[in-house]
């Protein structure tokens, strides 16, 4: 998978993603946060989310190379696999519970902060990989 977007927006993806984990709790401390608008508020913070995600997924790094698209597309396949492993077991656990009412709706949203992770992971260790490759141990 290529990436689309320009270098800076990793790490505004990133202070996406930061801004719309401390919103709430700002918008919250300053009585912005009611009853009536908080479920406004929790579906704007997971939109957010998951734009700050695909900015940092589909932004270009410093080394771009076929590498870094490989990389890219193991990251989407191991985050594929870990989400469904995670919707599984809350699944397994709502049954076991008895839960009739509650249903997981951020199952995109998981995805997408798995898939970061796995990115971030695989780039690093690619990194770390050509070091030694590099001084040939």
Do not use: H, W
């Amino acid at each position: 998978m290529k990436a689309l977007l320009p270098i800076y927006c990793r790490l505004l993806g990133y202070f996406v993603i930061a801004l719309a984990l401390f919103l709430p709790f700002i918008m919250g401390m300053l009585g912005r946060v009611t009853d009536t608008n908080l479920l406004f508020y929790k579906e704007c913070s997971k939109l957010l989310m998951m734009v700050g995600a695909l900015m940092i997924l589909f932004a270009l790094t410093k080394g771009e190379s076929k590498e870094t698209e490989q990389i890219r597309n193991k990251a989407t396949r191991n985050a594929m696999f870990l989400t469904v492993l995670f919707i599984f077991g809350g699944m397994l656990y709502r049954v076991a519970k008895g839960d009739l009412l509650s249903v997981d709706s951020s199952s995109f949203l998981i995805f997408l902060i798995l898939n970061v992770l796995c990115l971030e992971f695989g780039i690093k260790k690619a990194t770390i990989d050509g070091l030694f490759k590099r001084n040939g141990r």
